[in-house]
């Protein structure tokens, strides 16, 4: 690939008059005079060529922002201070605040631009800079990828000044094979075990050392093999450090490093994760660091390999309710989802069942009732010693509900004290407000009512 072009250009002044005898001193003064206080503007050489899920190798996306500095000396260049800047699919980098060449005579600019733009950026600070957390989507990634280019010492010009930006951290390009014929519908790729926070300073185009705690990246949401990339900060990773995670619908498979690994910066680093075994699954990531040109990722050149341990996580789905018959005078139509009584007799209606202590696994009960017709309704628990009791806020009304378990009140009525693993069935049931035999209902679904771990 050709590396990014970056122009910095200049609108001709057309001369008022043209001498026609002069000598060869005043020539080359009135070429000089010529060029003094022109707007700078901004353009870079390449097309935009772009891959769905690594949106800025060779040229810079047209979603991003570019930041640029432009000092002279003691001089004050009008908005030369992180002049923000966008970017045009023609190879524009336009702005509304125009930046003037300097009038004095040997004047010389230095030009310091970065890309994502940021409202705060200080020209000779360290300005603290993360990651996103979620580079699922291109913003995300966009807003991850710090791109940099200077140039010092440069006298204005009629001639394009070229920008060569080069890419400020490392970029990981993750290779998913399937061997095992694994159901990845909706898995979610992470990048886990790198510190997210360093600090980027403009003047120098210097970062520093990686910061922070450990911190998942969240690289792509796949439903089949494919190569997914994240941008992560550069770094020294330990052996053994888990740096690939893969979670399915109910299972996860990680990867760790079986040797010590350096994440450079503006290197790519490619990752083979490899899904194999039927019944034990296992994630193999051969490690390999390229060491190509810092204008453009390149290509990854292998280091060798590394087999990764197995382990295999399990993924905590929720556990939905399965209504069982209404009790009394109530009834339930499971094709509207309806739940109706009459008055305030018997209606009781399990929506849970236990068997050995099983809610004690759980910490978190929601719901959702909707088209309350009146009154509201009670949670009820029912314990193994056929002792009940209703929770502590006693009665609901319509609308999203969330129940911390381990604030229930679990002592029934006989004063007798119980435990969540003593709980055999959660319930629900109406109650009208007031007296009578009326006829109420409310729409309960068993997909908005479930427990959580």
């Not at 890309?115 to 603290?128: E, H, I, K, R, T």
């Not at 807003?143 to 070229?162: I, P, R, W």
């Not at 490690?287 to 905590?316: H, K, Q, R, Y």
């Amino acid at each position: 690939m050709k590396a990014n072009k970056f122009f910095i250009g200049m609108a001709s002044l057309v001369a008022a008059m043209t001498l026609t005898a002069c000598s060869q001193d005043e020539a080359e003064l009135q070429q000089s005079n010529y060029n003094k206080g022109n707007v700078i503007s901004l353009t870079y050489q390449l097309a935009q060529t772009r891959a769905a899920s690594d949106p800025q190798t060779s040229a810079l996306s047209t979603s991003n922002k570019v930041g640029v500095f432009v000092t002279s000396g003691s001089a004050t260049i009008t908005n030369g201070n992180n002049n923000e800047h966008s970017v045009g699919a023609a190879g524009a980098l336009t702005t509304s605040n125009t930046m003037n060449y300097p009038t004095e005579d040997g004047a010389k600019v230095n030009i310091y631009a970065y890309a994502p733009y940021a409202s705060g950026m200080a020209l000779s600070n360290d300005n603290n800079f993360s990651v996103s957390t979620d580079q699922s989507a291109e913003t995300g990634y966009l807003a991850s990828d710090l791109v940099y280019a200077s140039k010092t010492d440069q006298a204005s010009s009629e001639t394009a000044v070229a920008l060569n930006f080069a890419h400020k951290l490392s970029q990981l390009q993750i290779t998913i094979q399937n061997d095992a014929n694994v159901d990845l519908t909706s898995a979610v790729v992470t990048v886990t075990g790198t510190k997210i926070a360093t600090t980027f300073n403009p003047s120098t185009g210097a970062i520093g050392a990686a910061s922070g705690e450990a911190t998942d990246i969240k690289a792509a949401t796949i439903s089949a093999a494919t190569t997914v990339y994240a941008i992560v900060v550069p770094q020294n990773l330990a052996a053994e450090t888990e740096l690939v995670k893969i979670t399915t619908s109910d299972k996860a498979y990680v990867a760790k490093l079986s040797s010590a690994a350096t994440l450079a910066a503006g290197k790519a680093h490619s990752f083979t994760v490899k899904l194999v075994g039927a019944t034990t699954p296992v994630v193999e990531v051969p490690v390999s660091l390229n060491a190509t040109s810092i204008t453009e990722w390149g290509t990854p050149t292998s280091l060798g390999e590394a087999d990764m341990e197995e382990e295999e996580v399990e993924v905590t789905s929720p556990l939905y309710a399965t209504f069982g018959t209404p009790g009394g005078n109530a009834s339930y139509d499971a094709n509207t989802f309806t739940y109706t009584w009459t008055g305030t007799t018997n209606n009781v209606m399990s929506c849970f069942t236990f068997s050995n202590g099983e809610l004690a696994q759980y910490s978190t009960l929601k719901f959702k009732f909707t088209e309350l017709s009146g009154g509201s309704v009670r949670i009820n628990l029912l314990f193994s010693d056929n002792k009940n009791v209703n929770t502590n806020s006693g009665f609901y009304s319509a609308g999203e509900k969330t129940i911390t378990l381990s604030e229930l009140n679990l002592t029934s009525s006989d004063n007798t004290a119980h435990t969540l693993a003593d709980v055999t069935a959660i319930r629900f049931a109406g109650n009208t407000i007031g007296s009578g035999n009326s006829q109420e209902t409310t729409i309960i679904k068993a997909s908005e009512m479930y427990l959580e771990k």
